[in-house]
């Protein structure tokens, strides 16, 4: 079927009963990524959705990358995928998490001591240890790299991102999972298809 990005409701009322996933091409232009990023949110009240580049360079033993944001079902759904898929392609998997700062311009505040900096890390750390817990466990054959920084996730996640085979992204209509700057930017950009896996159900 031919996805009318102008009218993707009534392409994903006519997808058959028990569809799980939904290809669509990457984004090109301003006018259309914004029309594109309306339509891949629409479709993943139905099914998850991968976002697939024209061109396609990743090596087949390049890592899978998943950004891990929180606990949602979304977020879960979107770390077991990314277990999976590293599993089944026998490749390595990078779990990237970025923390804002509670400062202005995502700054540490100015009356920040070094250890309320080490203390805030070690938080995000234990959030992605959770995250990750249980995982690992079922996957023992997927060796797992953590890369926590602090900053906006497009600038952490977009250069991992264009040297991994597939990224793998918790979302839906009510939240994607990551800043919209950085998920328009992962969607234009990464040069290798994403797997935006739905809060559905």
Request: charged residues 20%; aromatic residues 4%; contains cysteine.
């Amino acid at each position: 079927m031919h996805l009318d990005l102008h009218n993707p409701a009534a392409f994903a009322e006519r997808l058959p009963a028990g569809t799980e996933l939904v290809v669509v091409p990457a984004p090109h232009g301003l006018l259309h990524k914004r029309i594109h990023n309306q339509a891949v949110t629409t479709l993943l009240d139905y099914a998850d959705v991968v976002v697939v580049p024209q061109e396609r360079g990743a090596r087949s033993d390049a890592p899978v990358l998943v950004a891990v944001h929180g606990s949602s079902p979304a977020d879960r759904r979107a770390i077991g995928a990314a277990f999976t898929a590293a599993s089944q392609a026998a490749a390595p998997l990078v779990a990237v998490h970025c923390w804002s700062e509670p400062g202005a311009l995502d700054l540490p505040a100015a009356s920040w001591l070094p250890i309320d900096y080490a203390n805030y890390r070690e938080r995000e750390s234990e959030l992605v240890a959770e995250s990750l817990a249980g995982y690992q466990e079922s996957f023992p054959d997927v060796s797992v790299e953590r890369v926590i920084r602090s900053g906006r996730a497009g600038s952490a996640l977009l250069p991992l991102a264009r040297d991994a085979q597939i990224v793998v992204v918790g979302g839906g209509r009510q939240t994607i999972g990551l800043p919209k700057g950085a998920y328009s930017a992962l969607l234009r950009d990464a040069g290798v298809p994403v797997l935006i896996v739905s809060d559905r159900g």
